[in-house]
């Protein structure tokens, strides 16, 4: 196991949030994240569609995960989302997380989430902050 994978590891098991609702890693590399989460009873509010809080949560666990395969450790400074299609009960989503531009301190970050082998969720833009410490 490479440095970078362990370090996803290690801050996975520490993500309370993200074991809660349900979230998974399926992949990690350097600048990018692909997750997954399963749209439960729960999560679907008055329209009986998926909450738009839950997806953006897990669009911005995918910024955190793909901002921190580095060696540093980064928290996020803003973000902002489309919702573009409803998300229903009983679908996966599917988070890819991608850099978009880095510099020392900061970095932006795409995220689009879709539901496996369906269509486009939902569109994520965010930037983070580059702390002095390792994860």
Not at 66 to 80: F, R
Request: charged fraction near 20%.
């Amino acid at each position: 196991m490479n440095d970078q994978n362990r370090m996803i590891e290690e801050l996975y098991a520490r993500d309370k949030a993200a074991h809660q609702l349900g979230i998974r890693v399926l992949k990690s590399a350097p600048g990018e994240a692909t997750l997954s989460m399963r749209v439960v009873e729960w999560m679907t509010q008055g329209h009986n569609i998926c909450h738009g809080g839950f997806i953006f949560s897990l669009a911005d666990t995918a910024m955190a995960y793909a901002s921190n395969s580095g060696d540093l450790a980064h928290v996020a400074l803003n973000a902002n989302i489309d919702f573009l299609n409803p998300a229903r009960e009983g679908q996966e989503l599917i988070a890819l997380a991608t850099e978009a531009n880095s510099t020392r301190k900061t970095g932006m970050y795409k995220v689009s989430v879709t539901v496996k082998d369906g269509p486009l969720i939902a569109e994520f833009r965010g930037r983070t902050y580059g702390l002095s410490r390792k994860i």
